[in-house]
């Protein structure tokens, strides 16, 4: 599920539902979702107890992963299929609901899933503390988000708020008069961790999923109403909301806002504290929320020494920066690896102290005692801050970069310059601008590792050969992964061939689900009532669905949604115009994670041809294909080029279009 899909759920609570008839969850079933949730919500699962202390002789007690199973799912959990309505089109969407009972519990949906991702309702939250990050609002602006609003940042109770509550996570709200009580459930839509103040700042922070007191919260089997929040829950104990309540003590819910336009709370503040919220940093963007110290630059010619402090502040800077305002991100923004000239022009020339001219001309990286962007880095590396290493052609590369080190996550940003100022770039001299705070680095395709993985979903009328494995037919497989599903079945059927154990005897569910007989060969099969095994399994393979993903660099297929249909290629076009003027064309490339635009600067550079970019006739204006264009025949130097950003050849189909012309 995508973030920017979170409104698709974040109305289900509120909306009317078709609720089919409840069925059991096999146990495999059960403690595959167990699994799925607590990787999804990076529940820490602790070793296997020893059976005896050998010191003491006492048994040692630690809570296993069954049991943590079965506090996320009991045993006795049933599922069932949903369908709602949401938004203002009314658009029609489907789930499942996990429905279950506690110990001494009656029945209550305890999970929602839409979309492989699971949701947990508040029954969820009362039995298992610290299962989401917990936020804070005063209890009339929580009386507001169960009627439906979205809470606004300025309601939030804080900072500090937890480290885990990042764009896009899901996470529960609490009111400040009962702190340890989850009343309701929904995805941030900013990055709350990093919030340095909540007062005066505008927009949404958190989108309602479901609330005590909704129709999920209500429902039973027997048709009675959902149960009383409690007054309190051992084990959400967490921060000291004293100074939370006194944070929040003047505000009052603004209903008459017209910017909210969803239907949030606001949360007005009184003359003194509005005067102070809008006294504000001048900053770069995402930074105006933290001390800054001041930093005041002379307009004279610096030493050697002082540059040298200045341009590793810029640098830690630089990684702060990307660190703080792409905390969801596992590399912080960055594209690894990272070429030397993009470190200088993304990491450290826009993170300069440069406020005149002058100061411009003398923060040039050839008048640091390193003198050159790899020794720079280099420097870095000598000093563990991340790691680095030469390429062929002399150039440096950045692979890695240790964000957790106290030099960054300590860093005190020092105000910078409002508008883009003059800079010196890495190959010396002054007077190119900085490029701006995240702006893309330049071609991070170079040196990436891709590997292309084709996958399989079985159709629904496969369903039957999966039972006996207890394995899901909705689930994506590689070959090698159906094989033994395949196999698992024509045993448990007894199916194979006394005789001939690479022969299969067809039954009703392999003759009706693979051999339909309209072709010949599937007459002929359907005629003799066997199948060679390996025929049976290339079949299977052919009933089912194509997936495909692309893998970039250390990316698992579990990290990346797989895509339906067969995977693509890049396609290259050699063909003639203007008489006998050759050039090659070539397009595809963005789903191999390259960019059209640095492809065709260096193939410019490499063939001395010109060269251009342009839409592909026929794509979509939402999502264009890029076509790029070089004079000549050019197609060897075009795959190089595409083979130095992970490209394989056999992903490349040419088509030449000028054979055959000449007579």
């Known amino acids: 599920m995508t973030r920017d899909s979170n409104a698709k759920w974040s ?93 001494g519990e009656e029945q209550r949906v305890l999970w929602i899933k839409i979309e492989e991702r699971l949701i947990p309702t508040v029954y969820t939250l009362w039995a298992n503390p610290k299962l989401t990050p917990l936020l804070h609002t005063p209890d009339i602006v929580l009386q507001k988000l169960r009627g439906g609003a979205d809470l606004m940042t300025p309601g939030l109770a804080g900072p500090p708020f937890p480290h885990k509550a990042i764009k896009g996570s899901i996470v529960a709200i609490a009111s400040l008069e009962k702190p340890t009580v989850p009343m309701v459930v929904g995805t941030c839509v900013i990055d709350v961790a990093s919030l340095q103040e909540v007062q005066g700042v505008k927009g949404h922070a958190v989108r309602g999923a479901h609330w005590d007191g909704d129709e999920i919260w209500s429902w039973t089997q027997g048709g009675g109403t959902g149960r009383k929040a409690p007054d309190e829950i051992q084990g959400w104990e967490g921060n000291d909301t004293t100074d939370l309540e006194e944070q929040m003590g003047h505000v009052n819910v603004d209903e008459s806002d017209d910017e909210l336009g969803g239907g949030g709370v606001a949360v007005a503040l009184d003359s003194q504290d509005e005067h102070a919220a809008v006294k504000r940093n001048d900053y770069v963007e995402g930074e105006d929320g933290k001390p800054y110290k001041e930093v005041k630059m002379e307009d004279r010619e610096f030493s050697t020494k002082e540059i040298d402090d200045i341009f590793w502040s810029a640098f830690l800077y630089g990684l702060h920066h990307y660190r703080n305002t792409n905390r969801s991100d596992p590399h912080h923004g960055l594209e690894f690896p990272v070429n030397q000239s993009a470190v200088i022009s993304n990491l450290v020339l826009p993170f300069l102290p440069i ?42 590369v950045v692979l890695d970069v240790d964000f957790d080190d106290p030099s960054i996550t300590g860093f005190v940003p020092y105000k910078l310059p409002k508008k883009e100022t003059t800079g010196a770039e890495s190959g010396g001299g002054g007077g190119r601008k900085a490029i701006a705070v995240g702006t ?58 006394g005789t001939n154990k690479r022969l299969i005897h067809l039954d009703p569910v392999l003759a009706n689900a693979v051999f339909d007989g309209s072709s010949p060969l599937d007459r002929e099969v359907l005629a003799k009532g066997s199948v060679p095994r390996d025929a049976l399994v290339d079949r299977v393979l052919k009933s089912c669905s194509p997936f495909y993903v692309i893998l970039r660099n250390d990316e698992t297929r579990d990290e990346i949604k797989a895509k339906a249909g067969h995977a693509p290629k890049i396609h290259i076009t050699l063909e003639t115009r203007s008489g006998n003027k050759v050039v090659t064309k070539m397009f595809g490339v963005e789903a191999f994670h390259v960019h059209p635009q640095p492809l065709a600067d260096e193939l410019q550079k490499a063939c001395a041809s010109s060269t251009s970019v342009s839409q592909l006739a026929g794509s979509s204006p939402k999502k264009p294909v890029m076509e790029v264009m070089v004079q000549g025949p050019q197609k060897e130097a075009t795959i190089k080029a595409l083979e130095k950003r992970g490209v394989h050849r056999q992903w490349i189909e040419v088509n030449d279009k000028t054979k055959g012309k000449k007579k």
């Open 440 to 497: 893309p680095l330049s071609d991070s395709s170079v040196g990436q590792k891709l590997s292309k993985i084709e996958l399989f979903k079985p159709k629904e009328q496969l369903a039957p050969l999966f039972t006996s494995s207890s394995a899901s037919h909705h689930d994506l497989y590689l070959p090698a992964e159906l094989r033994p599903i395949i196999y698992s079945y024509l045993e448990s059927e007894n199916l194979i061939s």
């Open 11 to 103: 109305d289900v609570a509120a909306c009317d539902h078709t609720i089919k008839a409840l069925a059991p969850l096999r146990s495999s079933d059960r403690r595959k979702i167990a699994d799925q949730i607590i990787a999804q919500y990076q529940i820490d699962v602790p070793p296997k107890p020893q059976d005896q202390n050998p010191e003491n002789g006492q048994e040692t007690v630690t809570i296993g992963i069954g049991a943590i199973r079965n506090a996320l799912l009991p045993e006795n959990t049933q599922s069932a299929r949903f369908t709602t309505t949401v938004g203002k089109d009314l658009k029609q969407v489907s789930g499942t609901v996990y429905v279950g009972a506690h110990p």
């Open 355 to 396: 406020t005149t001219p002058a100061q411009a001309a003398s923060l040039n990286v050839k008048k640091t005692s390193w003198k050159n962007a790899k020794k720079f880095i280099k420097a870095f590396d000598k000093a563990r801050l991340l790691k680095s290493k030469d390429r062929d052609g002399g150039e440096c």
